[in-house]
């Protein structure tokens, strides 16, 4: 079974290829990088148009390139304001070749508004890297592993989106 997903991203790879593991037999993931056409840390209705204009550039790729593929995943991650408070949250569409799509969203974890513009502005690793004096990296642990001090890592988050997404295609009629 082929996968193809819409980055190259170390951490979402390995997420897409466990999760589609639990459920699939002989699963490969093709990554490539593909453009969300938002800024680099979209907040709320832009983390959705993300996702979605990720998905839909992936698809134009598959059928430029010819490529024939299962499923296609597209994830983006970007801030939320839940209940007047800010959150880190990832959201996931997966398609398969009928065109069924199915979005999901990953945990979220709070941000403290005085960070939200240095966020926006410098990104997530910057102002983690000036908090914790240590190197945070999407492609490794992600902010959520060291705010939870490692219990908890970008790596996870991304796998239960995905997991939660592909409950549409492993479940008949849902």
Known sequence: M???LATANNVKV?????AFNLYFDDVIIESVNISSGV???????????GV???LNNLKVYANTEHINADY???IESGLYNYFGSWMMTSLVAVSDMTNKVSYATSGSYPIPSNYVNDIMTKGL????RDI?????????TGGVGYLTKGKLVRKDLMKEAIILALTRFINDNW
Do not use: I, N
């Open 72 to 74: 296609l995943v597209a």
């Open 39 to 49: 800024s680099d840390m979209p907040y709320c209705v832009e983390v959705e148009r």
């Open 125 to 128: 690793e910057y102002v983690l």
């Open 2 to 4: 082929k996968v193809l």
């Open 132 to 140: 914790f004096k240590k190197e945070a990296s999407g492609h490794t």
């Open 52 to 54: 979605k204009h990720r």
């Open 14 to 18: 390995e997420a897409v290829l466990e």
